[in-house]
């Protein structure tokens, strides 16, 4: 990454400059990231310390898999919480502790605040984490686990839940400079099974530019039975719409990595990109125009001939900006979004419904511009708010098939895209994450992949941000 400030602060009237507008001249710290297929054990051997208060209601669920997921733990404040870790520790070789070893440096700590009820409560997150916030390894994760505030009865375990939410937006920031992120869990009452996944993920190297978020975690959609960590996507069948390039391709790239058949929809423009990624991906190349109103049709008739009638896995990925301040747009630059990003992409989405086989997975992609609004961007901006309201009204009505229809948003991103914008914008952009850096197209597919694997029954009708903790839309 060429980092344009860091070569300025080389000047020094140009250093104070900067200085005075509080933007960082250091290097950014790499990100690790996992390429490699996904594994049953993404934390092996990493310590993560964990603290469970006498209150507290997840260590059962908790202790069930994190050892499997291959943390080194080490369990605070009420030791009796202990007991399932080991159990579960035993299982998997990894015994659980109850004391620290010598110079001990954590990868991930977690705090489970579900028996917080009241604020002075806080002050027992404030002494677990801070003793360990220096020593948190780079690129480390921070999790706090509660319910959600609004199925509590009281003001005050309210107060207490929502207090939560600033500690880790405003943590994610102080730890983002080591490349480390803070994510925040909330998890229904009865949704414990779906607990494993998400944690899972934050706390995976494929969260790398997942931070200051909150994940909930529902029984909305019954939990499967012996979901595969190794190729879980297996047989699967998956639609990437807008997969020639960037973004859709990288996403294409980790659907077939992990076991799926992807077919690549894009246009006629796109027709070597795409053939060329089919090919390397053993897929099916579709050309076809998101627009076209024989899409839907089409789309049909191509999984009922080649697929027995079905596909697994819908990722609405193809999008288009035209850029211009409302004052001077034009009427076919505002009905050209409106109808790529939303009105087609919906129109595509009810014909394929039908088709999605049960236990299926919807994923679109959305932007934060649609969630913070952006310069020049109002019809954009709409038309990815506009796919956030459709997620989540249509999400609930396809939990009885155990199907699951989520978006991403994705903040800054290292595209061709920002590749093109003016120097100062692409560098404060950057800037303006949490990690001090924008993120990849690999960090949005890892998000999607996520999302659209059979172990993530417990998010539906919810917005991941893929940003770095920013909200600055790109």
Known sequence: MNDFLVELGANPAARQAIKKIGLPLSLPQKLKRSQSPWDEHPIADLPVFVHHSKESQLAPYLGRFLGKLGADITIFGDRQKAAPYQDSGEAYGRPTRTELLEDSKPYGLIFDATGIEEPSALKSVYEFLQPWLRPLRNCGRVVLLSRPPESLSSPAAVAAARALDGLVRSLAREIGGKGATASRVVVDKGAEANLEAVVGFVMSERSAYVSAQTLHVTGKVAPLENVPYRKPLAEKVALVTGGARGIGAAIAKSLAREGAHVVLMDRLQEETAVGKLAHELGGTMLLLDLTDPEAPKRLCELFDRKFKGGLDIIIHNAGI?????????????????????????????????????????????????????????????????????????????LADRRITMNAVAPGFIETKMTAAMPVATREVGRRLSNLVQGGLPEDVAEAVMFLASPGATGMTGEVLRICGGSYLGA
């Open 321 to 397: 900006t035209r850029d211009k301040k409302l004052a001077n747009m034009k009427p076919e630059l505002w009905d050209q979004v409106l109808d790529v990003n939303l009105i087609s992409l919906m129109r595509v989405n009810e014909a394929l419904l039908p088709q999605l086989r049960e236990e299926g997975r919807i994923v679109c992609v959305s932007s934060v511009a649609g969630i913070s609004g952006n310069m020049g961007q109002t019809q954009y901006a709409a038309t990815k708010a506009g796919l956030i309201g459709y997620v989540q009204a249509l999400a609930p009505s």
